[in-house]
Each structure stands twice: as C-alpha cells, then as structure tokens.
C-alpha cells in the first residue's frame, strides 16, 4: 500500500462515545478519519490497540478483530470488539479501545464489560446561589465518573474519567452505557474565558434510579465560587453599648462610696477603722460597715462621737449627740482645704461609665478550605483590647490579662454571594472569655487615677494610700500623714495613748483598697462570657481569586458582629487585613 502513507489527516471519530459488552459478547465499533477540509479520508492506516484501566482488574482477556486496518472510501474503519471475562464482583469490567492514525491525537472508547442493565442520562447543570459577576461562565466540564462517589473525587484536581471530560455547550451532555446500579460520581466545573473556575459542584447518581426504556435528565448543582478567603488576617472590631455592660453599675457604685457622704472620704475612712478595731477579738469581717451595739469599748467609745445630725451643707456642721463637732468631721479636717477638691472623687464613677462605652478588640482569623465547595474551618483568637473612650488609653494584650480561653479553634464559615459568614456552632461555640473586668480596671488606673496623683503609672492600692496621706496633723511639732494622723486623733478622743488605732487604721485601709480593687469583678466571667457570629464581605483587589481582606473601611464596608457579652447582645463592625501573601 504504497500511497498509504500520504493520506493527510486532521481527527478521528467513533460511532459511539461508550460500548458496552457482555462477558464473552462482541460489539462493532466503527472510526471514521477526516482530512483537513473535515470530509473524509480514505485509504488512510488506522492502528488499534487494547488500554486496561490502571485502577479496574484489566481488559478480562477482551481481543479486537485486528490491530490495524486502512479505512475505506468513506474513511471508515468497523471493529470488533470481543470481550472476555467480567468482574467478579458484577461491577463493570473498564479498559479503553485506542484508535491511532498518523500525527492525529488518538482517539480511546471506554469500553463496560457488564451483565447489568444500561441506560441513558443527560446531565443539565444547574447554577445555584447569586453569580459574582455577570456571564462569567463560558464552559462547564463535567467529569463522570462510572462506580465512584462523590466523596472519593478530589474536587481541587479531578482525575480524568474513563468517558473523558465532556465540555458544555460545546459535548454532548448525554452519557449512554450507565449501569443501572451502584452510585456514580458527576463532577461540574464551570469556567470563565480565561479558563479559572467560578462554579463548581458534585452530585451522587444510584444507578437504581435509571430506567433502560428512557432517558433520564438529571440536575447537576453548580456553586459559584466566590474569592477565596483562605490565609490568616489581623482583624480590628469595634463594640458600641447604649446601655450600661453588666458590672458595670457595680463598679460605679463601688467608687461612689469615696464621695457619697459630705464627710466623704473622712467617713469611708473612719468606718474601716472602726470595723478593723474590733475584728481581731469578735471576728467580724472588715467590710467597713460599723454596726453600732456590737463592738468592744474603743470601737463604742469612738462610735458614739459620730455624726448624728441630717444632711448639711457642709461636714464641718456635724456634731455628734452631745452638740460637739463629730469625730467625721474631725477627721475630714485632717485633709488640708482644697486638697481633696485636686482628687475630684465626684468625678470617677461616670468616668468609669464613659470608659466602657466602647471597645475595641483584635483577633486573627486562620481560614482554612473544607472539602465542600465555598465551606471554610475557622481558627479565631483574640490577641488584645483596647477601651477607646478612656482618657488615656492603649491596646492590652490578652495574654496580660491573664483570660483563660482566648481561641475558638472549631469555629464554621461559608462564603456566599461574596460574603464569609461566621457561625457559632452550638456543639462548639465561637466563644472567649473576655476579661474586661480586668482591662476596665487597668484603664481606669491609667486614665483617671495615675493623672490625679500626677506619676505616669498607678494602681489602686497606690490611689488609696496617696488618698488617706492627703490627711495630716501637727503633733509637738511633728508631721504625721495617713494612719500616724488618724491614730493620733482617735486615741485622744478615746483618752488612749497614741498608737492605740494604727494597726486598725492599717488594717481598714488594706480592706477599703481590696474593696475598690475588685469594684470590676462584676465585668470579669468565669468561663466564657462573649460570643460571637457575624458575616463580611470578602475583598479581593487584585482580582486573583485570593481576598487580601475581610471587610473595609469604603466600598464594600465593614464586617458586621453580633455577639453576647454575659447577658447583654450586643453588635460590632470588624474589618480583617491578610496576614502575608504566603497565607494565600
């Protein structure tokens, strides 16, 4: 056949896409070849061979009628196909036939041994969800895969099926040869003009629900996919409160005692002592409430010169029951004129409340792809908070505060229509504990207590004692200040020598700063006390399908939180900057 080799080809065709065969059955196969122009080829070789199917059990001992042939004046070539015999289990028996002619891509036919019955179907994707752009879908493969499921297909790199990939609408979208048992696996990846995926989806099909007598239409469900927020990002929320957080009306109250009496805080002052003077012997708690009748002589001594008269305009017209000037009195004329009025003790409770209007926490979120389509693991953890209505103010880390759970590691998200909303699942809840107790009190000793006493650093034990030291006296020429003042005073109203009250004084004062010290404690929770859920809009600014952010300040505008503190709902903006690039 000496002009055999000068037929020019362009492709190849077969009469069917898929053969099935009985064990030991046959079936014809014809190829066609085409030349440039697309009519046919005659007098062209055409080679066949036999490829067994690397994961099936092999061709069963299955022959062709001929390994090569030329084809006829149509450029056709009709080959038979004997098969050998099937798979043990009933499943179908898999290997291809290869037609090869030339420099033309050869062309394989899957071939089913199977004593099933076959049927037919038509697979119609179906795009579900809004598209995150207009038209953007150009194609869809579908990949079908024969005795498969869905969970056995990597939907990231999907193998090549044995059927090949179809292309819509370019393919046929209709399978033949299908078994009419088991489960079957329809992979749809839709793709734009520039060949990226923006769809995707994965559908079981059981065989039993085949007819062998029609076709059967079946839905396969696209998802669009939208920008992936995989990686890990730094996110900055916001929390506003119109109402007042739990705890914190405590707090207030607590640090309204060193101003609620005109006589305050020469009265706060004097009542611990009082109470201290008689703990060591009747083991009464040093909770600086004097209970008059249940005290040892000093403490009755002392009691008895107390304020007695109503409300004045001012503490140096108290007088106790005799008409002498009260020993509240006396002892708030320790404290020197306008000293106390530096300290503004008045001001500190709604100082406490305009603090804790706001707050402002920052986290990471590590976003990691689940197996499903547009479905993501969260890993969120809170990494510091600030409270920005404060005077002074700056970011607290949360491992300073010493909170003992700071991540929610099992936390869900989906992407959808552009957006990654964040559940809070209730076998694992998106749940921290907050300790904002902790950080009022910080705060609160930076921004209202350290400018009082006019040091860059203070606490409330050194508030308290710098307090109490405001007090003074002048004793044969001697300056005494704090507890050495009052013992003085209160061991001469009680005909003590001096010394009789100091370690009282000492005593009350430790129990007064513990009193105030903990004043936040209502804020703190045990356990977890703030959880949250909320949604963003995934940015992506480059347009390579990886978001650079979660949330911004314009165009598509923060990420919305709602959450619980305690008992209190409450709702925060947040917006999330990518850590790096290598988290993409």
Not at 245 to 271: H, V
Not at 278 to 303: E, F, K, Y
Not at 410 to 428: D, K
Not at 561 to 575: I, Q
């Amino acid at each position: 056949m000496p002009d055999a080799a000068t037929v020019a080809l362009d492709s190849i065709e077969a009469s069917s896409d898929t053969v099935a065969i009985p064990p030991f059955g046959s079936r014809l196969l014809t190829f066609q070849a085409h030349g440039p122009d697309g009519v046919a080829a005659p007098g062209a070789i055409m080679n066949f061979s036999i490829v067994d199917d690397p994961a099936s059990l092999g061709s069963g001992g299955a022959r062709l009628s001929f390994s090569s042939a030329l084809t006829d004046d149509n450029g056709r070539v009709t080959l038979q196909v004997i098969a050998g015999t099937g798979a043990p289990d009933r499943k179908p028996l898999k290997f291809k036939v290869e037609a090869s002619a030339g420099s033309v891509r050869p062309l394989s036919i899957p071939i089913f041994v199977t004593t099933g019955v076959l049927a037919g179907v038509e697979i119609v994707p179906i795009f579900t969800g809004v598209s995150p752009a207009a038209n953007t879908a150009t194609a869809t493969n579908i990949y079908f895969y024969d005795d498969s499921s869905c969970d056995k297909v990597n939907l990231a790199h999907p193998a090549v099926p044995m059927r090949g990939v179809r292309i819509l609408p370019r393919d046929d979208p209709t399978f033949t040869s299908v078994v009419t048992s088991g489960i079957h696996a329809i992979l749809g990846v839709a793709v734009d003009g520039n060949g990226k995926v923006v769809a995707q989806g994965c559908t079981n099909l059981f065989g039993s629900s085949l007819s062998s007598e029609q076709l059967m239409r079946v839905q396969l469900p696209l998802e669009w996919i939208y920008p992936s927020p995989e990686g890990t990002f730094h996110a900055v929320s916001q929390f506003s409160f119109t109402t007042a957080l739990p705890g914190t009306i405590s707090a207030q109250d607590r640090w309204k005692n060193l101003s609620a009496d005109i006589c305050d805080p020469a009265r706060l002052w004097l009542d611990c002592t009082i109470v201290a003077l008689d703990s060591p012997d009747a083991g009464i708690p040093i909770d600086c409430q004097a209970v008059p009748g249940n005290q040892g002589p000093l403490a009755a001594r002392l009691t008895a010169r107390r304020t007695t008269t109503g409300p004045s305009s001012s503490c140096a017209s108290q007088v106790d029951d005799s008409g002498k000037p009260s020993l509240d009195a006396e002892v708030y004329a320790l404290f020197p004129p306008g000293a106390l009025d530096a300290m503004r003790l008045k001001k500190l409770p709604d100082e406490i409340g305009s603090s804790l209007t706001r707050l402002t926490v920052g986290s990471t979120l590590a976003v990691a792809a689940l197996s499903s389509p547009n479905a993501f693991g969260i890993v969120h953890e809170l990494t510091d908070l600030e409270l920005p209505d404060a005077a002074v103010h700056s970011p607290m880390t949360m491992t300073s505060l010493a909170a003992p759970v700071l991540k929610a590691p099992f936390v869900t998200g989906v992407s959808r229509a552009g957006q990654l909303m964040i559940s809070q699942p209730p076998s694992s809840p998106h749940g921290f504990t907050l300790e904002l107790g902790s950080a009022a009190r910080f705060t609160f000793a930076a921004s209202s207590l350290a400018p009082r006493l006019g040091i860059a650093v203070a606490d409330v034990r050194s508030f308290i004692e710098a307090l109490v030291k405001l007090a003074t006296s002048n004793e044969n020429g001697t300056k005494l200040e704090g507890c050495d003042a009052l013992d003085a005073l209160l061991c001469s109203e009680a005909g003590q020598k001096p010394g009789c009250a100091r370690t009282a004084c000492l005593a009350g004062l430790d129990a007064l700063i513990q009193q105030m010290d903990s004043s936040f404690a209502g804020l703190d929770g045990l356990d977890l006390d703030f959880h949250l859920s909320g949604w963003a809009p995934i940015v992506d600014r480059d347009g390579d399908g990886h978001a650079e952010a979660l949330g911004s300040s314009t165009g598509a505008g923060p990420g919305i939180w709602s959450g619980v503190f305690k008992t209190r709902t409450v709702v925060g903006s947040w917006t999330a900057e990518r850590a790096s690039a290598s988290g993409q």
